[in-house]
């Protein structure tokens, strides 16, 4: 404007033209203009759009401010305030309707002149304009005028005059305003209140004032210095924004005693702010002499119980263009776009783009949102090789209440899907150690039921020195073999790698049928192998190959071992010697070395990795002595626990050793749920009081917990009770009286008296139904029911009148411990409750409290309310 820095207005109708306003009107027109030269006349905005020069007016001089006329027609009407407080209507452009043409031009004239410093059309009348104006002690600063008034001398005295000495045409001149407020001060800023055509906001020289055009001798005003860029926010119209220098003041109308919020002052003063017309909640400021405008996004969060809170400020900053920006306008449709102006009349259209907020769920769902538009990722399941994520796994496992036996242990491995090999050498370890441990408590209880648990390194130790080797006959061979006299401790660890059965019969051969019926054909030729048997080794490779899934390779490796010798130097031992690392299967390739091995050195054997763990340590147990086999035993356990290969298990047992190998496992995998079931069945308690124990604990039940399976959580917390019984939970939650603040519950369940029971308070069903509806500790009555005006303590079901509708959700028919129906239950806010049968029955079909005059919205309170387990649905 003249003198000052341009400002610039978007029309508010036709969303392709705004106004810049300086020492003249200029109308742009905003078109397309992506990858394409510019047209003659234009100038470029953005990477995607031009604006093109429309019209200039240059009839006003000396503007101060400026206001787009907020009705459809005329669509280029303007107000116009001036450095001498007239306020003047012009147009931009040909406007072809007779009915506005008498408005262009029209004058409203203070009776004393100074500066106009804010105009205002009203949102609800559009014919009313406001203006505010300088301080003079005989006038009112603050001017309402009606632009359709018409020519009346007996009321708005009206004359003719010219506006200059050479122009031909005439105008009007109003005189008289509609309204006069403020008299004696200065106004700074002013903005109609949305919600009543004749409310009015504006900032006066020391204090905001409201001013209700029905009574205008009254105003409601608050003292402060923020008087400036009063703007009411488009979305929530208490709130109202404010400025002086370079703090901005949030108000909140229905309490204006002082600002609800002040935002970060600024080093420089601001010039301007303006609320988003499309977006809720965000204010743009802008700074004296900067290319940055400030953002502040107001986000409330409600509380359950009402209170009110200070929203949660997010600020940033945008840059829109490198030089200083004098001035900008939100675009009133287009979501976050705006068009800035800098002082030399270059001009940028900017887009403020959302933060992107991202959202993981539990179940592996990515959503993220972005202004309006909730984006959703969904996994391509194109490649179907692709590992599932262990979350996905435990989820799924949680449903085949994976973990929960406890008395067929081994079946665990098939409720996790079957698949890994490591589970299932687990849960078949952890069965036999439950078994041997029962089986040895029966026996001698208390002697060696823990060193089952504590795993064959532990059990290997205890036997050091006390084993010597004896030769034995090879079954099918004129031959014989070293290996070591099964003592007690041997047998426990061959019976724990599965090879034997329990009680004092070594027989391997049940061992080896079941191999057969699994269809694991090498493992059980090498198993019997191992036990100096060739002949039902090679029997076991011929059944191989003659059956359905059986390798017809395994005729060719039948007969390469029938041809075994024992002659060191044969043909024989050097083709089996050298071929038989070409062999894929790892039972058929430690076959041949066992055989082509040197008395007491079986490397070949005992390191080869894709064999299992549970055979190489049978095969170890039987065949090396205490030094060998204690040196074996330390170096696998090391190897196991670095890997966090859970085989392991069987060597460390449920220790510490086994903790830092699950510690492995968990940091490899993440399977947190497998430690915490492998953990509790059967850890000495030092061992379930460690650290990392507990967080796996805690980590698998909030993971329970984030997925709603909050059933599985509860069943998961009784297992762990079972077998810890040091983890039970004590009460937290219980009733207590009003009067004497006594727990009813724990003085029910101290009294001897059989008559008073836990169950007299509505917590269990009893088949008696007794009736007791005081403290037991100060006998004043209990609360009333807010639905049968009886006691709390009486059974709903012995309550007298009961509907059809508490006949549905009485639960006193089934014989539980705990019957819901007849729990206490009250809302934490309005403090009226009752039966929680009668409640749940009343909330179905109503919102408010059933108390009388009471408007609290109980149920609504309940974040958790609609929410409904996860168990129950599909997945």
Known sequence: ????????????????????????????????????????????????????????????????????????????????????????????????????????GKEFVPKHARQC????????????????????????????????SKYTPDIVPMEKVRLSAGEAETTLLVTKPLYELGQNDACLSLCWLPRDQKLLLAGMHRNLAIFDLRN?????????????????????????????????????????????????????????????????????????????????????TPTPIGDETEPTIIERSVQPCDNYIASFAWHPTSQNRMIVVTSNRTMSDFTVFERISLAWSPITSLMWACGRHLYECAEEESDNSLEKDIATKMRLRALSRYGLDTEQVWRNHILAGNEDPQLKSLWYTLHFMKQYTEDMDQKSPGNKGSLVYAGIKSIVKSSLGMVESSRHNWSGLDKQTDIQTLNEERILALQLCGWIKKGTDVDV????????????????????????????????????????????NLNVVAMALSGYTDEKNSLWREMCSTLRLQLNNPYLCVMFAFLTSEAGSYDGVLYENKVAVRDRVAFACKFLGDAQLNRYIEKLTNE???????????????????????????????????????????????????????????????????WRF????????????????????????????????KSISYSCSSVPHQGRGFSQYGVSGSPTKSKVTSCPGCRKPLPRCA????????????????????EKVDLSKDKKLAQFNNWFTWCHNCRHGGHAGH?????????????????????QLDTTGNLVPAETVQP
């Open 509 to 552: 051969g049940p061992f080896l049928n079941s191999l057969v019926q699994e269809g694991e054909w090498e493992r059980a030729a090498a198993v019997a192998l191992f036990n100096l048997d060739i002949r039902r080794a090679i029997q076991i490779l011929n059944e191989g190959a003659s059956s359905e899934k059986g390798d017809l």
């Open 710 to 741: 909050w059933h599985k959580r509860a069943e998961f917390d009784i297992h762990r009770s079972k077998l810890d019984p040091s983890s039970k939970p004590l009460a937290q939650v219980f009733v207590s009286c009003n009067f004497c603040g």
């Open 839 to 859: 409640m749940l029955s009343w909330f179905r079909d109503h919102a408010e409290c059933p108390v009388s005059a009471c408007t609290c919205k109980c149920m």
């Open 787 to 806: 639905l049968c005006l009886i006691n709390m303590g009486t059974p709903v079901s012995s309550c007298p009148g009961g509907s059809k509708s508490d």
């Open 640 to 706: 196991m626990k670095e890997a966090g290969n859970l085989e392991g298990i069987l060597l460390t047992g449920l220790t510490k050793d086994g903790v830092d190998l699950m510690e492995s496992y968990v940091d490899r995998t993440g399977d947190v749920q497998t430690a915490s079931y492998c953990m509790l069945q059967g850890s000495p308690l030092d061992v379930l009081k460690d650290e990392r124990v507990q967080y796996w604990i805690e980590n698998y039940r909030n993971l329970l917990d984030a």
């Open 117 to 148: 410093n804010t105009l205002a059309w009203n949102p609800l009348d559009s014919n009313w304009l406001a203006a505010g104006l300088d301080k003079h002690r005989a006038d009112f600063s603050v001017l309402i005028w009606d632009i359709c």
């Open 216 to 300: 205008t001798s009254q105003k409601m005003f608050v003292n402060t210095k923020a008087v400036q860029g009063v703007t009411v926010d488009p979305y929530f119209h208490d709130r109202v924004a404010s400025f002086y220098e370079g703090q901005v003041a949030i108000w909140d109308l229905r309490k204006f005693e002082k600002p609800v919020l002040t935002l970060t002052e600024q080093p420089k003063p601001l010039t301007k702010v303006a609320w988003c017309p499309t977006r809720t909640g965000l204010l743009a400021t802008l700074t004296r002499d900067s290319n940055i405008i400030r953002l502040y996004d107001m986000q409330h």
């Open 1 to 104: 404007m003249s003198g000052t820095k341009p400002d610039i207005l978007w029309a508010p109708h036709q969303v392709d033209r705004f106004v810049v306003c300086d020492s003249e009107l200029s109308l742009y027109h905003v078109e397309s203009a992506v990858n394409s030269e510019l047209k003659a006349g234009s100038l470029r905005l953005s990477e995607d759009s031009a604006a093109t020069l429309l019209s200039i007016n240059s009839d006003t001089p000396y503007m101060k401010c400026v206001a787009w006329y907020l009705n459809y027609d005329p669509e280029c009407l303007l107000a116009v305030g001036q450095a001498n407080g007239r306020v003047v209507l012009t147009s931009l452009g040909q406007d072809h309707n007779s009915k506005f043409k008498d408005l262009i």
